[in-house]
C-alpha cells in the first residue's frame, strides 16, 4: 500500500511539472495574471517563436500560432518563461493549440520589476491588454511612464500619452486619447490637468506646460502621478 501511495505521488508529479502541460489548461488561463505563480512550464527558448515575440506592433501585430517545441511536431499547449540574472521572471507566455492566447513582460527599472506588457489575444490578436512603454530622458535625470494604453475588448479605456522636452528650461506634455473609456481628440480635448494649471492647449488636444526648473518638473511630475493613473517616474 505504502509504495502504491508511493509511486502515485511520483506520478502525479511528473504530470504536474510536464512541459506539454496539457491538462492544465483551465488552470493556465485562470493564472494567466500571475506571472510568478508557475506551475507547468518550459523556458521560452524551447519553442519555436522565440524569435519572434516583438515582432509588430499592438496596431498591426505579428500573429503568432503553430508553436511547438523545437524538439516536436505538436501544436503546444502549457506555459513558458524567461528569467533574468536575477532569478525573476521577465516574461510569460501561455499557449493553446499552438496559438499565443497571453503575454507577460516585466520590466526591471532601479530597484523594482513593472509588469510593461499584459496581454490577451484572440486569433493572435490583442483585444484585451495593458501596455506601459517607459523612456528615459538623460538631461532631466529620470526614467517614465511615456505612454499608458488599457484596452478592453479592443475598446479604449486609458490612453495617455506624456512628452518632456528640455532647452534652457524644460516642458511637459500630456496627451489623452481615451480616460475611463471616453475618447477625446483635437476637436474634442481632454480636461486640463489639475497639476498643470498654467498650461495651454496643444494642437492635437493635450496639454502643455512651459519654463519648468528641473525641481518644478518633478514637483508637476508628482503632481501627475496622483492624477494620471499608472504614470510613474524614477530619478536616475
Known sequence: MKMIKILSTLIFSVLLFSCEGKGADKENENSAKQIDDVVTHCNCSE???EDSWDIG????????????????KELYTGICITKDQHDTIIRRHTYKNGWLINEIVKEKIGNEYIIVKDINFENG????????????????????VKNYKEYKNKRGIIDYDITIFSNETFSVSVSTNYF??????HKNASPQPTSMPNSYMTIGG???LDGLSQERLYEVL???KKEIPHFNYWKN
Open 206 to 208: 493635450g496639454w502643455r
Open 57 to 72: 506592433s499592438l496596431e498591426d501585430p505579428y500573429i503568432i500560432k503553430g508553436v511547438t517545441k523545437k524538439d516536436s
Open 125 to 144: 490578436k490583442p483585444y484585451t491588454y495593458k501596455y506601459v512603454k517607459i523612456e528615459e530622458s538623460n538631461i532631466a535625470k529620470i526614467t517614465f
Open 47 to 49: 519553442l519555436t517563436d
Open 222 to 224: 508628482d503632481g501627475i
Open 180 to 185: 475611463d473609456g471616453k475618447e477625446f481628440s
